[in-house]
């Protein structure tokens, strides 16, 4: 008996090693690094994932998601190593927050394929260089914030708001393209002495009581209307809105319209859809000898904009929250947007004249 016991003991352990040993070995060919949130942020992440998600399957690839332990260039490295550990082969980083991150790794996983959105590899001096293992996307921005400012005005909203999280390039983008969208639709209907917006960057993505005690003010000043513009900071406008009333926000980066009622569009970046694009275009290079990006790709920065269908506003019954402006309305615009006619600046370095009165309040 005390034998047989014994035996069943040690089977057990082997059993129990072996399955330990199977559930290390799982890899995942394709990993989603996060930045400071996850993949149900509502914002980049999601965003992100869902375009990772559905190319994977599609192609019934491996693939998984990998979230830092802490808000640092240190903690991203240190996962985007567990990921390649895991197996991964393509490294998905959404977000500017990478872009010190893949400036020291890329160097180190020569064989490994990063894909960098919303910014591109540079060290703490700013010094830029791009490995032909990966592929950066940049947006134009401009062009979503030009197309919320315009939809906003006419659809008769005169008192606007731009709430901004950091001043990075991506978010000042959005923010003039707001400013020129609400002063071209303010100047083609004669009411440019009407129109007027409150700017302010909060320096955070995250919800704050300082940003909802801002936005509280300014609603109760008279702004109708919030672009809240950066991560989760829109949670911050959606909260005072809701205690003003009659107040409306206007979301970012994906359609946000199931956060709340009171977002009337949102302006987009078809994350999703940048994703698949590169991930299409890379494995149909792949070879039995070689799995890297395409030279068009390689140590590049692709600028998506309405051109490439990766900007926009949303279009479907459940987002159109608007009560004038249609539809058929916005997708001319949007065609004049996509084929150049509509030209919009995408200059940083200062403010676009306008018409309008804009409190740039920094």
Known sequence: MKKFVALMLALLFVFAVVGCQGMGQKTYEIALVTDVGDIDD?????????????????????????????????ARIETMKSAIEKGAKVVVCPG??????????????????FLLLDGEPHDADYNYETKPNVHCILYQEEQAGYLAGYAAVKDGYKNLGFLGGMDVPAVIRFGYGFVQGANAAAVEMGIADQVNVKYWYSGSFSPEDAIKTKM????????????????????????????????KVI?????????????????????????????????????????A????????????????????????????????YTVAEYEALFALVKDGTIVISDAVDAAPEVAIAVDYQN
């Open 216 to 247: 509280a003010g300014w609603y109760s000043e008279g702004t109708e209307v919030v672009f809240a513009c950066g991560g989760g900071i829109y949670l911050s406008a959606v909260a005072a809105a809701t205690e003003a009333g009659n107040a």
């Open 42 to 74: 509502k914002s980049f992440n999601q965003g992100t994932w869902e375009g990772v998600k559905a190319f994977a399957e599609e192609n019934k690839i491996s693939y998984q998601y990998y979230r830092p332990s802490e808000n640092s260039t240190e």
């Open 96 to 113: 500017f927050l990478f872009e010190d991150a893949i400036y020291a790794i890329q160097g180190d996983y020569p064989e490994v394929n």
């Open 293 to 324: 990006w395409p030279e068009a790709y390689a140590g590049k920065t692709a600028k998506l904009g309405a051109a490439d269908d990766c900007v926009g506003l949303p279009t479907a019954e459940t987002s159109w929250r608007f009560a004038n």
């Open 251 to 291: 979301g970012v980066d994906v359609d946000q319209y199931a956060e709340s009622d009171l977002i009337i569009t949102s302006a987009m970046k078809e994350l999703a859809q940048s994703v698949i694009l590169s991930l299409t275009d890379l494995y149909a290079a792949k070879t039995e000898e070689s799995f």
